[in-house]
């Protein structure tokens, strides 16, 4: 069974830290991405990456920014925090055009 | 860019009652892909529909993908109290997006009232 796997369940910053959220897959998947979820609006894109090194703006980048050093991992990097960017992360991984499978999600809050 | 709205954004639906979500795009698909999200959980795939007019049925769930490839429909008879959760649809256009990259509607929430 695929497992993605999130560093943190719950996670709470100060405004202007730079934050970390990991993301590991253990199913040799080329696609990775990064969404967030808030009420009312759905999963939205931030970042994806469909080989190492490789990335892609979503429809929400301000503000992130990602690396993917090895096929795995795929850390989403919050530059300097802030108040709105409290939301729930999910990450998900998939091979190209198909399912996604998603991790248990971060629940950030930035204080 | 690609849109896709779902509607409605929340249904109260009585156990037993069959109701249906709907899901339709700015653009025409290639393929559209159906989750599932109960409280407190992550999403998880359903069913993924590829060709125009498709029709996929899994037990009380029926899927559709319209003829046009720009819209779906997830119809669920005999609504159980293990149906609840926000049922999002997913869709790409391989035409403008050769990675797979899925937009996501903002999904339906069901209660249902036993």
Redo the contacts between chains.
């Keep these: 069974d695929v497992k993605v796997t999130q560093s943190s369940r719950y996670l709470v910053k100060r405004t202007g830290e730079k934050v970390f959220l990991e993301c590991v897959q253990d199913m040799d998947h080329e696609?990775m991405?990064w969404?967030r979820q808030d009420p009312?609006?759905?999963?939205?894109?931030i970042y994806?990456s469909?080989d190492v090194k490789m990335k892609?703006k979503?429809d929400i980048p301000e503000g992130y920014s990602v690396s993917r050093e090895k096929k795995e991992r795929f850390s989403l990097i919050l530059e300097s925090a802030s108040t709105n960017q409290t939301s729930m992360y999910?990450c998900?991984s998939?091979r190209?055009?198909?399912?996604?499978?998603?991790?248990?999600?971060t629940r950030l809050s930035i204080l | 860019g690609q849109q896709v709205m779902?509607i409605p954004?929340y249904q109260h639906v009585q156990e037993g009652e069959d109701f249906t979500t709907y899901c339709n795009s700015s653009t025409t698909l290639?393929?559209i892909?159906w989750?599932k999200q109960r409280p407190g959980?992550?999403?998880?795939?359903l069913i993924?529909l590829v060709k125009s007019g498709e029709v996929k049925k899994q037990k009380r769930l029926t899927f559709q993908f319209g003829e046009a490839k720009k819209n779906s429909s997830l119809h669920i008879t005999a609504t159980q109290t293990t149906d609840v959760g926000t049922y999002?649809c997913?869709g790409?256009d391989?035409t403008t997006d050769s990675?797979?990259?899925?937009?996501?509607?903002?999904?339906t929430q069901v209660v249902v009232t036993p």
Excluded: C, I, T
């Design positions: 696609n991405f969404y009312g609006l759905g999963l939205r894109l994806f469909y892609e979503g999910l998900a998939s190209l055009n198909q399912p996604q499978h998603f991790g248990d999600g | 779902q954004q290639s393929n892909q989750y959980g992550h999403p998880v795939f993924q999002f997913a790409s391989m990675w797979g990259k899925f937009q996501f509607g903002a999904g």
